[in-house]
C-alpha cells in the first residue's frame, strides 16, 4: 500500500475457534506478512494456524498478553515492513478493517490508529455489557485528562503502528500484562505521535476472549497507575522507567508542544524569542 509493506500480527491464546474466521476476512492482496504467536494456549490453535499456511511462534509457557505482543512486534520489525497492524484473533473486532487502519499510516497521515468501539456506534447495543461500558467511559475519561488527548478510548484489541514508532519506543519496559495496552499508548503520547482513529463494530460472541471480574478490576487499577505515571512524569513529579526516554529519538521531531509533556518548555521559549524577534522588526 503506497510502497509500504505491512504485517498483520495476531496475538494468539486459546483461539482455535475463532482463527480460521479471523484469517479468512484478511486481505491478502495489502498483507505482506502475518505472525501468529500462541502464547501457550490448551486448544489446538498452533496446529490449525499451520494448516491456514502460517509459522506460529508458541511460548512454552504463558507470558501474558503484554508479553505476546513483545514477541508480535520484535517479529513484525525483524521481517522489515513499515506498518504493524494488531488484530485479535478471538474474531471480536473485524479483520476488513485492516486496510482502512492502515492506509492512515501509509499515506502519512498518523504514527499510530486505534480501532475504537465506542466512536459512532452504540456499543452497548452491539453486546457489550454495560458494566464494562460505563468502566470503558470512566477509565477513558481520566486517561484524557492525565495524557491531555481526545481519545474515545484507550482499550480496543485493534490497532496499528508505524514501524519507525514502534521500533522507537521502549516497549520491553512495559507489563506483560494486560495495561501493556495503556502504557504503550502513554509511550506513543510522550514521543508526541500523531494517534488517529476509526470506527470499528465489534461482536461478542461466546467464544471471544475476554477477562474476568477480578482482572478487570486488576486492569481498571493499573490503567489509572499509568495515567496517574504519565502525568508525574511529563510534570517532572517522578520519573517512570518506561516514559524515561528523549522524545526525538523515536519519530526525530519533538514531543508535544502543547504546554504539556517534554518539549513545553522549548516550546515556550521559542515562543518568547518569536515575540521578541517580532517586537525589534516593528521597532
Known sequence: MNSRRIAVILPA???????????????????????????????RTVPVGRELGLDPISHEVNRGYGGNQKTCYRQALELGVDIIVMVHPDY??????VPAIAAM???GEYDMVLGSRILAQDTVARGMPRYKYV??????????????????EYHTGLRAFSSEL??????????DD??????IIAQAVAAGARIGEISCPTRYQADA????????????????????????????????????????DVLGRPARVDGQG?????????????AEDKARVSE
Open 135 to 152: 468502566a470503558n467511559r470512566f477509565l477513558t475519561f481520566v486517561e484524557n485528562v492525565a495524557l491531555s488527548q481526545k481519545l474515545s
Open 166 to 175: 514502534l521500533a522507537g519506543l521502549p516497549v520491553e519496559r512495559n507489563s
Open 92 to 97: 471480536q473486532y473485524s479483520p476488513l478493517l
Open 262 to 274: 517534554p518539549a513545553a518548555e522549548p516550546a515556550r521559549a521559542q515562543q518568547q524569542v518569536t
Open 209 to 248: 476472549s475476554s477477562i474476568n471480574l477480578r482482572r478487570s478490576i486488576r486492569y481498571g487499577f493499573g490503567v489509572l497507575r499509568t495515567s496517574a505515571d504519565y502525568w508525574m512524569h511529563s510534570h517532572g513529579v517522578r520519573r517512570c522507567p518506561y516514559l524515561d526516554f528523549d522524545p526525538a
Open 13 to 43: 491464546y486459546n483461539a482455535e475457534a475463532t482463527l480460521s474466521r479471523t484469517v479468512a476476512e484478511l486481505d491478502r492482496e495489502i498483507i505482506d506478512e502475518l505472525v501468529l504467536v500462541d502464547d501457550a494456549s490448551t486448544d
Open 105 to 107: 499510516i501509509a499515506y
Open 178 to 183: 494486560f495495561v501493556f495496552d495503556n502504557q
